[in-house]
């Protein structure tokens, strides 16, 4: 009789794929508890010893954040520092700086915001994207948008632009007045902050490229 190829056998087709099952499920699990992990909110306790985290916890609003190109990988990533005034303040608590990101959160989803801007990759491009508009350098001191508010601070000219876009024609494509408060100014500011600061692997890749946004200047 005639030896059977094992090509042709039911058997280790059966065994093949209930092996190839067994391993991509243990694998999806595994990747499944990585990932939230690495998504998962940071503390002030992890802020205050200096741990990373990629998503830090709210009171990263009372720190510094800078974007700075890593050898390592390839890329640029945020960097938090030192202590950094907020609105007047420095010392927001876990439960006061998570309520404000919160608001903004929900006023950026109240807003439509991602009807023209895009927001840790998802949106739209009709409008700037917002992943890391709190470290655009037209933000910073002597950027053209404080310079156009008015204002002695990022914070606070990023508050006054959301308040008042019309006022201050900054492209062909305006923002239109959403009828946004002070509080929710300084809630959605809070929430762009925070978000500038999460780890997104170099996203938006072009980023870095735009003079200044690099290291804080």
Same mark, same amino acid.
């Given at each position: 009789?005639?030896?059977?190829?094992?090509?042709?056998? +039911?058997?280790?087709?059966?065994?093949?794929?209930?092996?190839?099952? &067994?391993?991509?499920?243990?694998?999806?699990?595994?990747? *499944?508890?990585? *990932?939230?992990?690495?998504?998962?909110?940071?503390?002030?306790?992890?802020?205050?010893?200096?741990?990373?985290?990629?998503?830090?916890?709210? *009171?990263?609003?009372?720190?510094?954040?800078?974007?700075?190109?890593?050898?390592?990988?390839?890329?640029?990533?945020?960097?938090?520092?030192?202590?950094?005034?907020?609105?007047?303040?420095?010392?927001?608590?876990?439960? !006061?700086?998570?309520? $404000?990101?919160?608001?903004?959160? $929900?006023?950026?989803?109240?807003?439509?915001?991602? +009807?023209?801007?895009?927001?840790? &990759?998802?949106?739209?491009?009709?409008?700037?994207?917002? *992943?890391?508009?709190?470290?655009?350098?037209?933000?910073?001191?002597? &950027?053209?948008?404080?310079? =156009? @508010?008015?204002?002695? @601070?990022? !914070?606070?000219?990023?508050? !006054?632009?959301?308040?008042?876009?019309?006022?201050?024609? @900054?492209?062909?494509?305006?923002?239109?007045?959403?009828?946004?408060?002070?509080? !929710?100014?300084?809630? $959605?500011?809070?929430?762009?902050?925070? =978000?500038?600061?999460?780890?997104?692997? &170099?996203?938006?890749? +072009?980023?870095?490229?735009?003079?200044?946004?690099?290291?804080?200047?």
């Amino acid at each position: 009789m005639a030896n059977k190829s094992v090509w042709s056998d +039911n058997r280790f087709w059966q065994r093949s794929a209930a092996w190839v099952t &067994g391993f991509a499920s243990v694998l999806l699990i595994w990747l *499944t508890f990585d *990932t939230m992990g690495q998504i998962a909110i940071g503390t002030d306790a992890d802020l205050q010893s200096g741990v990373t985290k990629r998503v830090p916890g709210p *009171t990263v609003i009372n720190y510094k954040i800078s974007y700075e190109m890593s050898t390592k990988r390839g890329h640029e990533v945020p960097v938090i520092g030192e202590k950094e005034k907020f609105f007047g303040r420095d010392d927001y608590s876990e439960e !006061e700086a998570g309520a $404000l990101l919160h608001l903004g959160k $929900l006023g950026s989803q109240a807003k439509n915001c991602m +009807n023209c801007h895009t927001l840790l &990759g998802n949106g739209a491009y009709y409008a700037p994207d917002l *992943t890391k508009a709190w470290l655009d350098p037209a933000w910073q001191d002597g &950027g053209t948008m404080q310079a =156009m @508010t008015g204002k002695s @601070t990022k !914070e606070e000219a990023m508050a !006054e632009f959301l308040q008042h876009p019309s006022t201050y024609p @900054t492209h062909s494509r305006m923002m239109p007045n959403l009828g946004i408060t002070a509080q !929710e100014a300084k809630g $959605l500011v809070a929430f762009l902050k925070h =978000m500038s600061s999460i780890d997104t692997n &170099g996203f938006p890749r +072009n980023f870095g490229r735009m003079q200044g946004a690099v290291n804080g200047k």
